[in-house]
């Protein structure tokens, strides 16, 4: 549904899309002036200490206007019940104090939502105001469909042997709970040959360490690591940070 008044340039937008079971529903509604419209918020909703905590982000507009955000949630069927979202501002993604999925350049406010429920559809809706304009956007997610570790850490590469290389990490500390919910992982190490980048992704695996077998002496080699729940929830964490490591040639 649309509808405009062009005379006093007054705009009021809204644009429904799906609600079916479980899928994702997405709400844009705008009001105000058509002069320097807000910037829709491009939310991005993840749990990286699952079931503990979730975030959403959104980045902070860098043509807009000073702008006032409330930020909502509630169950999709109990909207009746509605609870705000303890906002953080960007200088706390900035600062570090919050890890952020991926990193990144912009300045992101981010939204906490503790104590989710399991296995329950919720809806988040963000909306930008400013002198009188707003303009909200709604998403909804499960807990589950969201869990995306933070990347494992302290990626450590020792040789075993002349061709052998022991691969060690450790998980995620923001992952609290791996006695409940453990983590499996997969390793993703590259090289190069004659001037092209070649590259194997092996796992899952359920330890923190693993011996590679048959690799070149002589020839450098890129690993990095990537945490998933054990059971496949959501998506599996960004990259560790590369380690370089070259097998050392035999000496004669």
């Known amino acids: ?132 304009r707003s303009i909200s956007h709604l998403t909804s997610f499960m807990l589950e469909d969201i869990v995306k570790p933070d990347p494992p850490i302290d990626v450590r590469v020792s040789p075993n042997n002349t061709r052998n290389l022991l691969v060690e990490w450790s998980p995620p500390p923001t992952w609290t709970d791996l006695a409940v919910f453990p983590l499996k992982y997969q390793i993703l190490y590259q090289w190069e040959n004659k001037g092209a980048r070649k590259s194997v992704t092996l796992g899952p695996f359920e330890d923190t360490k693993v011996e590679l077998k048959g690799l070149n002496p002589g020839r450098a080699y890129l690993f990095q690591v990537c945490a998933r729940e054990l059971l496949g929830l959501g998506k599996c964490s960004d990259w560790s940070i590369p380690v370089k490591t070259t097998i050392p040639r035999k000496r004669l």
């Open 1 to 132: 549904m649309t509808a405009a008044a062009f005379g006093s340039r007054y705009v009021t937008v809204t644009i429904l899309m799906c609600i079916l079971g479980s899928q994702a529903l997405d709400l844009l509604r705008a009001t105000g002036t058509s002069e320097n419209p807000l910037s829709v918020p491009k939310v991005h909703c993840w749990c990286s200490t699952y079931p503990n905590v979730a975030h959403c982000t959104w980045p902070e507009p860098s043509h807009s206007p000073p702008t006032h955000y409330i930020a909502t949630y509630s169950e999709r069927h109990n909207m009746t019940s509605t609870k705000e979202c303890h906002l953080l501002p960007p200088s706390s993604s900035s600062s570090g104090l919050i890890s952020t999925p991926s990193s990144t350049s912009e300045q992101l406010w981010i939204c906490q939502l503790p104590s989710l429920k399991l296995l329950t559809d919720y809806i988040i809706n963000i909306t930008a105001v400013h002198s009188g």
